[in-house]
């Protein structure tokens, strides 16, 4: 008989009835549940948050932090034009197809088109953003930009 999931058992002393807190002195669990006697452990809710160090100036706050994080920054799908020789003359080129041929890694992001390479075909390209040797260069190959 084949092993599969309908015929797999847990082997005999792998699995344990789980311990019942609270039921009298006679369980051995009984009276503090476990907890010991007293202490910030054995209330409800007991416990430090995460990096808590007993109130010395935590890890996270004495090491010191560079540089700058812009919240408010937009992230791109950058593509350059030496990427679009996957495609056919006169296709029309957007974030959809980018992605279905592996070009982007989101369809979520705005796409940007970098003017890096050189562009053999005409092609319509639509994208969020491109830069100003993308468009030259495409127009250049007959294509157009097209920003949505």
């Known amino acids: 008989m084949a092993i599969s999931l309908k015929n797999i058992k847990v082997p005999k002393g792998a699995t344990h009835k789980p311990k019942r807190r609270g039921r009298g002195e006679g369980s051995g669990l009984g009276k503090t549940s476990g907890r010991g006697n007293k202490g910030q452990l054995s209330r409800s809710g007991g416990g430090t948050r995460v990096g808590f160090e007993g109130g010395q100036m935590p890890l996270i706050r004495r090491i010191p932090k560079r ?62 953003k491109f830069s100003r040797t993308a468009i030259e260069k495409i127009t250049k190959a007959g294509g157009k930009a097209e920003e949505i």
């Open 67 to 128: 540089g700058f994080f812009n919240k408010f920054k937009t992230e791109f799908s950058v593509i350059n034009l030496r990427d679009l020789s996957v495609f056919a003359a006169n296709e029309v080129v957007d974030a959809e197809k980018l992605y279905s041929k592996g070009l982007i890694d989101s369809k979520s992001l705005p796409v940007k088109v970098l003017g890096d390479g050189e562009l053999k075909v005409a092609l319509t390209v639509k994208a969020n």
